[in-house]
């Protein structure tokens, strides 16, 4: 989402629309992208972990190249956006059951720390890619993501096997597999079911009884109201930043690197301080 910021004030202008209208299509983007990765987690232990990605990553690749390619409109807009926050949202699911697949517990922390690099890093240095872009062709943002995501998607078709235990076990069949490996866009079983069962499929049911237990309550509606107050402001940034101060696209996305430096701070003060 991050890469979208600073050209808030230029695709209002394009699409003819306001300040607030271009600002809805983040709002069903984040929206999509909270919802969705229970759609795409409760068949990712079931069909395979790249299965999914070689179904999801294309979407995405594919709602980037129309939002570059079709004139500008709203409402296509709109709905492009809510199609790419689909196809995005599987990676949130699916990145967390492969790490779970391929590590041992006791490492399992530092290995997700590598994978939120990205959500974490994204609204920080997305906006000053974005705003580099947009300073040549808004359509550039979109295009930029779709060639990247078409990349990512050549990366795991050819070099990342599949992962979920219950077709593959503990990997062992792929101990003497290259790097490169077979496309293949469904793993049949190949292990003992009985050694390596299918988890229970995850349900909103499922969901909403873990906020029953009180820490994981909190933790959620503390964790919901940091992000909601920081997108908030990140989405009114830009466009305050263009329209009072006269801040180019490129300089407002620059200005995102302020927010994102209290954020790395935060986690040394968080350890010199006092239990």
């Known amino acids: ?43 990712a232990d079931y069909g395979g972990r790249k299965t999914l990605y070689m179904i999801s990553i294309p979407i995405y690749t594919i709602s980037n190249i129309l939002m570059a390619a079709l004139p500008a409109n709203i409402a296509a807009l709109f709905i492009l956006r809510i199609v790419q926050a689909f196809g995005a949202a599987s990676v949130i699911s699916l990145a967390a059951g492969t790490v779970a697949d391929i590590t041992e517990p006791k490492r399992r922390a530092s290995a997700m720390s590598i994978v939120l690099l990205g959500p974490q890093g994204g609204p920080v240095l997305g906006p000053i890619l974005g705003g580099a872009l947009v300073s040549a062709n808004w359509r550039w943002i979109f295009g930029f993501l779709a060639i990247a995501s078409f990349v990512i998607f050549l990366l795991l078709v050819f ?88 801040f180019s696209a490129a300089e407002a996305g620059v200005a995102y690197l302020a927010p994102g430096e209290s954020f790395r701070m935060l986690p040394s003060l968080e350890d010199q301080a006092p239990d």
């Open 1 to 43: 989402m991050g890469i979208y910021l600073p050209a808030i004030p230029i695709l209002a202008r394009v699409f003819n629309a306001s300040i607030t209208e271009i600002n809805a299509t983040i709002s069903v983007f984040m929206v999509v992208l909270a919802v969705a990765p229970l759609f795409w987690a409760s068949y």
């Open 159 to 246: 070099c990342l096997p599949e992962t979920l235990r219950s077709l593959v076990g503990n990997g062992s069949v792929y101990a003497e597999s290259s790097w490169v490996t077979r496309p293949q866009f469904r793993q049949p079983c190949v292990v003992d079911s009985s050694k390596f069962p299918k988890p229970p499929r995850p349900t909103l049911i499922g969901l909403f009884k873990l906020l029953r237990e009180p820490p994981l309550l909190f933790l959620s509606l503390n964790s919901a109201l940091l992000f909601a107050a920081y997108y908030a402001m990140n989405v009114t940034l830009s466009p305050f930043l263009q329209t009072e101060y006269g």
